[in-house]
C-alpha cells in the first residue's frame, strides 16, 4: 500500500503557508451566518473543543487578482473542506471541531516577503476574520468548555497571532486553552519572551502549550521559507524535544487519500528525528516518490510541508487526547 503515496498528489494544493485585538459587530455577526463555517457542530456533545484554521488555500493566478481571497468563493471552499478532511478530522474523536472560512493572503506574495514583514500582511484580513470567528465561537457555541486551537501553515501563523494579541485581554478565555496545535510555521524563543505568558510544549501531555514543527526529507541544504532561525520544534512520534531518532514503529499511521477521496491509514509508515541546526522534523522512510510529489514552486525539494499533519495524523489524535485528559486531571 505503500506504493499508492502517490495519492497525495490530490492534496498537494496545500502549497503553502505560507495589531487585531478586537472586531465589530459587523465581523462578529458575520459568523452568526452558519454558512461561513466549514465545521459547526450544533450540538457540542464532547466535553472538549478545537478551532481549527485551514492552510494556505489560496494562490493567485496573477498579480493583477486580488491579494486577499474571499470566504464566498465556492473553489476557497472545496479546498478548504479538503484540508479539513486531511488534518481537523484527527481531531474529532476528542473534541467537537469548529472551523471557520477565513479570508486569506496570497501564499506567494507572503512568501516573497521577509519574516519580520508577513506580520503586517498576516494581521489584516486573515487575523480580522479569525479574531471574529473565534470571539463568535466563544460568545455563542463554546459554552465553557476547554478548547484547542489548532491549525497548518497559515492558519497556524493567524493562530500565533491570536495568541499574541487576543488571550492577553481575555485571560478568562486562556484558561481554559488546553494546547495549540501550531504545526507548520515557526515558534522561536524571542515570540515567546516578548509574550511570556506563552510556553512551547516539552513533552506528551503539558498543558496551555504549543506544539510546532515543520517536516523535511534529510539532505535539504536550501532555506525554508517557513522555517526561522532558532525555531522551536516537537518531535510528532516520541512528544519530545531532543535528537533522538523516533522510528516508524512508534507511528499509528499517517493518512492517505484513495481513489474515492476516503481517507486511509498506513500504520509505521513515517519516522521523525529533529534536526536542531535546521529546526525541522526529518523523515526518511516515506516512499522516494513523495518528495516529487510534495515539490512545489514555493519550496525546496524535500520540504514536506503539505504532508505536516498527514505523515503523523494518528499520533496526533492521540495526542491531542492525551492533553485533554491531563487538562481535566489538573
Given amino acids: 500500500m505503500k506504493r499508492d503515496v502517490w495519492l497525495f498528489l490530490l492534496v498537494v494544493f496545500m502549497v503553502g503557508f505560507i495589531g487585531c485585538t478586537s472586531t465589530s459587530t459587523q465581523e462578529q455577526n458575520l459568523y452568526a451566518d452558519s454558512t461561513q463555517w466549514i465545521s459547526l457542530p450544533l450540538d457540542g456533545n464532547k466535553s472538549t473543543d478545537v478551532f481549527y484554521l485551514y492552510p494556505t488555500v489560496y494562490v ?21 473542506s479538503m484540508a479539513y478532511h486531511l488534518q481537523a478530522t484527527a481531531f474529532e474523536e476528542a473534541a467537537n471541531v469548529y472551523a471557520p472560512m477565513y479570508r486569506q493572503v496570497d501564499a506567494s506574495y507572503v512568501l516573497s516577503l521577509p519574516f519580520a514583514d508577513r506580520d503586517a500582511v498576516l494581521e489584516q484580513a486573515p487575523l480580522v476574520d479569525a479574531v471574529a470567528a473565534f470571539d463568535y465561537y466563544i460568545q455563542h457555541y463554546n459554552n465553557g468548555r ?6 497548518h501553515s497559515q492558519g497556524s501563523e493567524v493562530l500565533r497571532l491570536l495568541l499574541a494579541t487576543y488571550m492577553p485581554l481575555h485571560p478568562e478565555v486562556y484558561d481554559r486553552m488546553i494546547a495549540a496545535y501550531c504545526i507548520g510555521i515557526s515558534i522561536t524563543s524571542d515570540f515567546l519572551d516578548e509574550h511570556p505568558f506563552l510556553k512551547f510544549a516539552q513533552r506528551e501531555n503539558d498543558t496551555q502549550v504549543i506544539i510546532s514543527y515543520n517536516t523535511e526529507a534529510p539532505g535539504v541544504t536550501e532555506a525554508n521559507p517557513l522555517v526561522r532561525k532558532n525555531a522551536l520544534v516537537i518531535n510528532p512520534l516520541s512528544w519530545t524535544r531532543g535528537e533522538e531518532s523516533a522510528g516508524v514503529e512508534l507511528n499509528l499511521g499517517s493518512a492517505l487519500l484513495d481513489r474515492t477521496g476516503s481517507l486511509i491509514v498506513l500504520p509505521e509508515f513515517a519516522d521523525a528525528k529533529l534536526d536542531l541546526s535546521r529546526s525541522v522534523v526529518l523523515c526518511s522512510t516515506v516512499d522516494e516518490k513523495l518528495p516529487t510529489l510534495a515539490s512545489s514552486a514555493l519550496f525546496p525539494k524535500g520540504v514536506y510541508h503539505s504532508f505536516d499533519y498527514s505523515l503523523y495524523y494518528k499520533n496526533i489524535s492521540e495526542n491531542a487526547l492525551k492533553r485533554i485528559t491531563a487538562y481535566q486531571n489538573q
Avoid at 146 to 151: K, Q
Fill in 60 to 80: 493567485r493566478s496573477d498579480d493583477s487578482a486580488p491579494l486577499f481571497s474571499e470566504r464566498n468563493d465556492e473553489k476557497i471552499r472545496n479546498a478548504a
Fill in 146 to 151: 476547554p478548547f484547542i486551537l489548532a491549525g
